[in-house]
């Protein structure tokens, strides 16, 4: 049983490797960073689109079924014969 030949890097070598190394983590930190800010921000434009569109469909449901009594701010008009 033979032992592996390794090769044995070189000063230069190893210090290339630790920055390229640092220069992948510093890029994945920046690519999380990225979609965490993009998530972030599509949440909050969601959860104002959806408030704007639940005061829309209250308007809406409260008008439209008749079983529930009238909103204050909005009287209902009497029918035209």
């Not at 044995?8 to 960073?33: C, P």
């Not at 965490?36 to 909050?44: G, S």
């Not at 104002?48 to 008009?77: C, F, I, N, W, Y």
């Amino acid at each position: 049983m033979t032992r592996p030949n390794f090769i044995t890097l070189t000063d230069e070598q190893v210090r290339a490797r630790k920055r390229r190394n640092v220069a992948i983590a510093m890029g994945l930190v920046g690519f999380i960073v990225l979609v965490f800010v993009v998530t972030v921000t599509n949440l909050q434009r969601n959860t104002e689109a959806r408030k704007a569109a639940e005061a829309a469909a209250v308007g809406t449901v409260l008008q439209a079924d008749p079983a529930l009594p009238a909103p204050a701010a909005a009287p209902m008009s009497e029918p035209t014969p």
